[in-house]
Nanobody, 125 residues
Framework: QVQLVESGGGLVQPGGSLRLSCAASGRIFDTYAAAWFRQAPGKEREFVGAITWRGGNDYYHDSVKGRFTISRDNAKGAVYLQMNNLQPEDTAVYYC??????????????????WGRGTQVTVSS
């Protein structure tokens, strides 16, 4: 099992930026696909984006395309989410997740086996 710890959340004004980090430890993280999900109050947890183990392919929800970028550093056991032009609707708890499979539907929440505890992102003026 992979242990995941998110950091980097906080309060930011609309139009601002944040960079979330996810530190991984445990089993062979560098062969796992990694993803970010988010959950706003009263809503289901939703897919934000994912990256394959080599970092060659990344995928995003339409609502964040062009604003958010996922990257990873396998040597450091880390995954990052760069968020630009943040809007109030981006307010949520953001979760890092991993799974062994790098090929099937990367947006499928239930397919991820390892989860962090989340970090709060609040976008407000």
């Amino acid at each position: 099992q992979v242990q995941l710890v998110e950091s980097g959340g906080g309060l930011v004004q609309p139009g601002g930026s944040l960079r979330l980090s996810c530190a991984a430890s445990g089993r062979i993280f560098d062969t796992y696909a990694a993803a970010w999900f988010r959950q706003a109050p009263g809503k289901e947890r939703e897919f934000v984006g994912a990256i394959t183990w080599r970092g060659g392919n990344d995928y995003y929800h339409d609502s964040v395309k062009g604003r958010f970028t996922i990257s990873r550093d396998n040597a450091k056991g880390a995954v990052y989410l760069q968020m630009n032009n943040l809007q109030p609707e981006d307010t949520a708890v953001y979760y890092c997740a991993t799974r062994r499979d790098n090929y099937r539907d990367l947006a499928l929440r239930t397919s991820y086996t390892d989860w962090g505890r989340g970090t709060q992102v609040t976008v407000s003026s």
